[in-house]
């Protein structure tokens, strides 16, 4: 693993654990401070008399300590591998301690387990493939009779007209959503409630609305031709509805590419008081790919495994079945591959993968974009950023955007980030030499 303060304060959850991690980062509040191939661990004093016992296993990295934080990575792992990638010397204890070795033990027994349960299923005798098969057309049958009431519902809306939304008319959204999630297809409730939450929001409502209702109208069509319809977009109207495909089946049946994956952006976002979001775009150098990791911790843990923006890893990764696949999970154990091979795309090329992945997949409402020569501004309140001719709305809180117009100082960035066909939210800025530049750690 290579270490670098960029990478490291990648992993903070919020700036302010970012920003506390760097007040810890003086050997001298860490009375033991040690490292092996395999972890790092120090013990650090805080304001109690038994210093915090912090550990990292740098085969994720991997995150434990002892103080109370419900923040993962804590400010103490953080500050441990700051100083690793800032003042290595310091690290002078090269005999593990139990309490770090017994963690890794479990860590390892854990992941030998895994494996067996997983090569257990492999090997089990196979389900009854009737059985199956019936309990799949019994679902798309409830989906199918769910989108069609969807249908007539949309068609009653629009015969009453955006000018007749009031609250109570909302909350018969609401109710229709919740009907979509009872007949198990809760991604069509989530597109209503989507729909519901913009209404009288920005004075572009009506025109948001329409689009929202019109995709959904839309998936109502596939789904109720569904059966005529190539097996890409079968798996994209699964999607829509919000039927995921378990892991095991992505691994087995996912198309696989091999190939060496650059890191080119990390966000996390707090969905509720328990579950955080966290997604991962990267670059393939020889395919020319970008894929999305989509990850979710409940209960304020951590992710099983980190990835740092900048770091490239060579790896085959299984794409979800669809006909614009960007959405896709690690098939092999990560190898490092050394420095980021950053894309050098040309804004034509970029756009013109957006339009034909909207062409196959209407309904993916995130795309990857990196801008060789982008260049922030702001316009009295309002945040752009202008490359190749063009003037995109940009999606920043205020503290981060003044940071990345004083790094940018007017001149052009190469940069990527998310967007949604309305507003672009940066993600990455790079140097000509490929160091970074600026990062955006949580949404």
Request: net charge neutral; charged share 25%; hydrophobic share 45%.
């Amino acid at each position: 693993m290579q270490l670098t303060t960029e990478a490291v304060l990648a992993l903070a959850p919020d700036a302010a654990s970012a920003k506390a991690a760097h007040g810890l980062v003086r050997p001298s509040q860490w009375p033991l401070l040690g490292a092996d191939d395999a972890a790092l661990w120090g013990e650090c004093q805080g304001s109690g008399a038994k210093p915090y016992q912090t550990q990292v296993d740098l085969a994720g990295p991997a995150f434990r300590c002892s103080c109370p934080s419900r923040k993962f990575p804590c400010k103490h792992g953080l500050a441990l591998l700051l100083m690793r990638a800032q003042q290595a010397a310091a690290f002078t204890a090269s005999e593990t301690p139990a309490w770090v070795r017994e963690w890794l033990d479990s860590r390892a027994e854990k992941a030998e387990k895994q494996a067996e349960r997983q090569a257990a299923k492999a090997t089990a005798a196979p389900a009854d493939p009737e059985a199956a098969d019936k309990r799949e057309a019994q679902r798309w049958q409830r989906i199918v009779t769910a989108a069609s009431d969807l249908q007539r519902w949309l068609a009653d809306q629009l015969a009453r007209g955006l000018g007749a939304l009031d609250d109570e008319a909302l909350a018969n959204w609401q109710t229709q959503a919740r009907r979509l999630v009872d007949a198990q297809a809760p991604g069509l409730g989530q597109r209503v409630l989507a729909a519901a939450q913009g209404v009288r929001h920005g004075a572009d409502w009506p025109e948001l609305t329409l689009q929202r209702l019109g995709l959904l109208q839309l998936a109502c069509e596939g789904l109720a031709h569904r059966e005529q319809l190539p097996p890409s977009l079968q798996a994209d109207l699964r999607t829509v509805a919000g039927w995921p495909l378990e892991r095991s089946e992505v691994l087995e049946q996912g198309e696989r590419v091999l190939d060496r994956w650059t890191v080119l952006g990390v966000v996390t976002e707090e969905r509720d008081d328990k579950l955080t979001e966290r997604r991962v775009w990267l670059h393939g150098e020889r395919s020319g790919r970008r894929a999305w990791l989509l990850d979710h911790a409940f209960g304020g843990r951590g992710f099983e495994q980190s990835w740092l923006v900048g770091t490239s890893t060579e790896t085959a990764l299984a794409f979800f079945p669809g006909s614009a696949a960007l959405r896709a999970l690690p098939a092999e154990p990560l190898s490092d591959a050394g420095s980021p091979r950053w894309p050098d795309a040309t804004a034509t090329a970029e756009w013109q993968a957006i339009a034909e992945r909207l062409a196959a997949n209407p309904w993916v409402n995130l795309h990857p974009l990196v801008l060789a020569d982008a260049v922030p501004l702001r316009r009295g309140n309002v945040m752009a950023m202008a490359g190749a001719g063009r003037l995109l709305p940009m999606t920043l809180p205020d503290t981060e955007a003044w940071t990345l117009l004083a790094i940018a100082g007017g001149r052009p960035l190469r940069l990527m980030g998310e967007w949604d066909g309305r507003s672009l939210v940066p993600l990455t800025a790079w140097a000509a030499d490929g160091s970074i530049s600026w990062l955006r750690r949580s949404a």
